[in-house]
C-alpha cells in the first residue's frame, strides 16, 4: 500500500512541489511530506515528551480533564461529547492552541517540566512548515501569495490523539470516520499503523514513515479551491499490541472569517462557485448538528 502513498520532497523545485501537492491532494486529499527542515530530534522530543504526558498518575493529569469548548487546555476520552455520544472511542486527547505563542503558553501543562520548552519549539516549527505548505499550494491553484495567511490560518490547534492498546481492535475504533472541517492539518504519526484514509470504497491505511508529516485536505480548502482539491475522510484503528500517538496540528480560520471559493477560480463561465460564502463560525455549526457527515456539511453550502 505504501506505493499509493502520495509523498513529498520539500527539497525539490517549488514549481514541482507545487503540482505534486495539488495532484495528490485532488486525487487522495492528503499527502505526506519529507525533508521538510524540521530537526529528528524535536520530533522525537516531541513525541517523548507526549507520551510522558499521557504516562503521569491521574492525579497529576486531574486539573487538565475538560470538555468545556471554552476552556483553553482540554484532556478528555474518546470525544468532547462523551456523556451523550452513541459509540466510544479507544482514545485519549489533550487540545490546546498554540499560536500566538506567549497567549496559549500559561495555559499548557506545567509537566512533565520539560513539555513547555519542548512543545513551544514543535509550535513555532510546525508553524514554519504549516506557512511553506500554505504557500505551494496557494502557487499550485495560481493564488497570490500569502493568500491562505491571515485571517484562513489564524489559530493553531495541536491535538494529541493518544490510543492504548486495544484489547479487542474489531470492537473499537481509535477515532470515527470524519473529514477535517478546517482548512487543512498536518500529522506526525508514530511507527505504528491506525490512520486510514477513505478512497474508491476502501479503506487504505496511510504507512507510516519516519519524520514524516501526513498533511490532511480540510473542507475549507476543498471549497475555496472550487472542489480543485479533496477533503479526505480519514479514521484511526486500534491494536492489541502497541501504544500508538498522532500529533495533530490543525490550521483553522477565524472563527468570523469569510469563506468563498477563491474569486481568481470562479473568474469564467466554465468555473462557477459551486459554493456560497459564509463565516467560519456558521460551517463549524453545521459540522457539529451533522456530526462531521461529510456530504451533508457540504450540501448546505453547495449553490
Ligand atoms: C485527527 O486528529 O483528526 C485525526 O484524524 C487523527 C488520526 C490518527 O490518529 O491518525
Excluded at 495532484?23 to 529528528?40: C, L, P, R, T
Excluded at 482514545?91 to 496559549?104: G, I, K, N, V
Amino acid at each position: 500500500l505504501s506505493g499509493s502513498s502520495p509523498i513529498i520532497d520539500l527539497t525539490i523545485h517549488e514549481h514541482d512541489q507545487a503540482q505534486q501537492i495539488i495532484k495528490a491532494s485532488q486525487d487522495f486529499g492528503y499527502f505526506q511530506v519529507i525533508n521538510h527542515g524540521i530537526s529528528e530530534t524535536l520530533l522525537e522530543d516531541t513525541v517523548d515528551v507526549l507520551k510522558e504526558f499521557f504516562n503521569m498518575p491521574a492525579k497529576e493529569k486531574a486539573k487538565y480533564y475538560s470538555v468545556d469548548p471554552n476552556s483553553k487546555c482540554k484532556l478528555y476520552t474518546s470525544t468532547t461529547n462523551y456523556s451523550s455520544e452513541d459509540k466510544h472511542y479507544w482514545r485519549d486527547a489533550l487540545a490546546h492552541h498554540c499560536h500566538p505563542l506567549q497567549h496559549c503558553l500559561p495555559f499548557w501543562p506545567e509537566k512533565p517540566t520539560r513539555y513547555r520548552e519542548v512543545i513551544s519549539a514543535y509550535s513555532i516549527e510546525t508553524r514554519k512548515l504549516i506557512t511553506k505548505i500554505s504557500d505551494v499550494i496557494g502557487e499550485g491553484l495560481g493564488l497570490e501569495k500569502g493568500y491562505f495567511g491571515g485571517e484562513l490560518s489564524k489559530v493553531q490547534m495541536l491535538l494529541v490523539n493518544y490510543y492504548p492498546p486495544c484489547p479487542d481492535p474489531n470492537l473499537a475504533l481509535g477515532m470515527h470516520s470524519h473529514c477535517d472541517p478546517n482548512l487543512f492539518t498536518i500529522l506526525l504519526q508514530d511507527n505504528v499503523h491506525g490512520l486510514q484514509i477513505f478512497k474508491d470504497g476502501k479503506w487504505i491505511a496511510v504507512e507510516p514513515i519516519p519524520n514524516a508529516f501526513v498533511v490532511i485536505i480540510g473542507c475549507q480548502l476543498q471549497i475555496i479551491s472550487n472542489n480543485k482539491l479533496k477533503s479526505v475522510i480519514h479514521r484511526a484503528v486500534t491494536n492489541s499490541k502497541e501504544t500508538r500517538i498522532c500529533v495533530g496540528n490543525f490550521v483553522i480560520p477565524s472563527s468570523d472569517c469569510h469563506i468563498e471559493p477563491a474569486s481568481d477560480l470562479v473568474r469564467n463561465t466554465t468555473n462557477i462557485p459551486a459554493y456560497k460564502p459564509y463565516q467560519y463560525k456558521e460551517f463549524l455549526h453545521t459540522y457539529a448538528i451533522n456530526q462531521g457527515d461529510f456530504e451533508a456539511v457540504l450540501q448546505s453550502y453547495k449553490l
